[in-house]
């Protein structure tokens, strides 16, 4: 007959180290994730997108308000960011190109960016940058959530009809932005 083990002192311990361990490598993994632009799954693709009334305050032009359903006709990118995050000022020439392109006659599209900084901040570092970018102002985060945004620069991809066609988490550069425009221009 065998006998039975005694049961090891450091079990417990041992097994919350090792879930210590798994609950690290999880957020190590998703910061990874995050960093190299990787798409992360909100469940958002292939469904009209919220739609909001927000404040609009871009350097330079009179407070008005937008939302996504007035560029309903027109694919529109809807970009959140903020002037404290290093990615997203990284890659704000990118989307003021895509602002100059947007705003000819026969643009194909529409940008608006969304932010939760305070309205003087964004509005000095608009002009302190030149920047022309359509911004709203996301003062409560209620657009973020609806969006299931959870870290900055995010960007959503919406057809004309308003249906989330892409997301795209992390920097991207005009060549990923201008792909997933094409799928919003093509899409229903």
């Not at 992360?40 to 739609?51: C, F, K, M, R, S």
């Not at 995050?85 to 026969?106: G, K, N, Y």
């Not at 945004?149 to 066609?165: E, F, R, Y």
Request: hydrophobic share 45%.
């Amino acid at each position: 007959m065998a006998q039975a083990q005694p049961p090891s002192r450091n079990g417990p311990r041992t097994a919350a180290w090792i879930a210590g361990i798994g609950a690290v490598l999880a957020i190590l993994s998703a910061i990874a994730g995050l960093r190299s632009g990787a798409p992360i799954a909100t469940g958002l693709e292939g469904t009209l997108a919220p739609d909001f009334d927000l404040p609009r305050i871009d350097a330079g032009a009179s407070p008005a308000r937008s939302r996504p359903a007035q560029s309903r006709g027109l694919p529109l990118l809807l970009h959140f960011w903020a002037p404290s995050c290093e990615p997203c000022v990284a890659e704000l020439p990118t989307w003021q190109a895509l602002v100059r392109q947007s705003r000819v006659p026969d643009a194909e599209f529409a940008v608006l960016t969304v932010t939760a900084a305070e309205p003087s901040e964004v509005r000095s570092f608009l002009a302190a940058h030149q920047l022309t970018l359509p911004t709203v102002i996301d003062a409560n985060g209620a657009v973020h959530d609806a969006y299931h945004v959870a870290g900055i620069p995010h960007t959503v991809v919406l057809s004309k009809s308003g249906v989330i066609v892409r997301e795209l988490t992390g920097a991207q550069d005009a060549a990923q932005v201008k792909q997933a425009l094409q799928a919003a221009r093509t899409a229903r």
